[in-house]
């Protein structure tokens, strides 16, 4: 099994730009997560998919962003436009929902830099 | 509300024994979960408890007390590439198969 796909690994570009985050969850997986961590907020969770539907999207800072889920093995986080403090990893992460503990596997991370 | 309470950081030495803590309030309960993190990769998971008692795995074995709303890691024969961020997380009824983290314990081994 591959794992948790997440591209690009790393992105730097600059304020005002539009940034695309894209993950792979592991196949069979229905739940997916977005997080975001920096050294000062830790581990933060963004929004999560239950069979590709947004569960909750509490987490998400503000209308710059966005995620989508088109179908069960793709979805995208979007950024626009984006600002220096949205410097942080982006981690993507899968469970299948069913299994005791909701297990998550996560993605390498995407590692952002705004200037 | 629902929280997770872990020291943020513990220091050990190299072939010790060490144990995380982590104390949880939630409306309901299904396990506790731990995961690992090494400075610049991913959390990858490492144990879940649903009932009481301790589990082992090998160096490491996690422990649950469902009565008083506790768990600890404890990792033995430390070694220096233990050094990490472990976090406690849970789940719950409610919590629509997402988990609930605390805020991690960076654990600092020394030679």
């Known amino acids: 099994d591959a794992g948790v796909i997440q591209s690009p690994r790393h992105e730097v570009t600059e304020m005002g730009q539009e940034v695309t985050l894209r993950c792979k969850p592991i196949s069979g997986h229905n739940s997916l997560f977005w997080y975001r961590q920096t050294m000062m907020r830790g581990l933060e969770l963004l929004i999560y998919f239950n069979n590709n539907v947004p569960i909750d999207d509490s987490g998400m800072p503000e209308d710059r962003f966005s995620a989508k889920m088109p179908n069960a093995s793709f979805s995208t986080l979007k950024i626009q436009p984006s600002e220096p403090r949205d410097s942080a990893v982006y981690f993507c992460?899968?469970?299948?929902?069913?299994?005791?503990?909701?297990?998550?596997?996560f993605g390498p991370g995407t590692r952002l830099t705004v200037l | 509300g629902q929280s997770l309470e872990q020291p943020s950081e513990v220091t050990a030495v190299e072939g010790a024994i060490v144990q995380i803590n982590c104390t949880y309030q939630?409306?309901?309960?299904?396990?506790l979960s731990w995961y690992q993190q090494h400075d610049g990769g991913a959390p990858t998971f490492l144990s879940y408890?649903?009932l009481d008692g301790l589990e082992e795995t090998g160096r490491f074995s996690s422990f649950l007390s469902r009565s008083d709303s506790y768990g600890y890691l404890l990792l033995q024969e430390l070694q220096m590439k233990d050094s990490a961020s472990y976090f406690c997380?849970?789940?719950?009824?409610?919590?629509?198969?997402?988990?609930?983290w605390g805020a991690g314990t960076k654990l600092i081994i020394k030679p």
């Open positions: 408890n649903a």
């Open positions: 992460a899968s469970s299948l929902a069913l299994v005791a503990g909701y297990t998550q596997y």
């Open positions: 939630t409306s309901g309960f299904y396990g």
């Open positions: 997380a849970v789940s719950t009824p409610d919590s629509n198969y997402q988990l609930i």
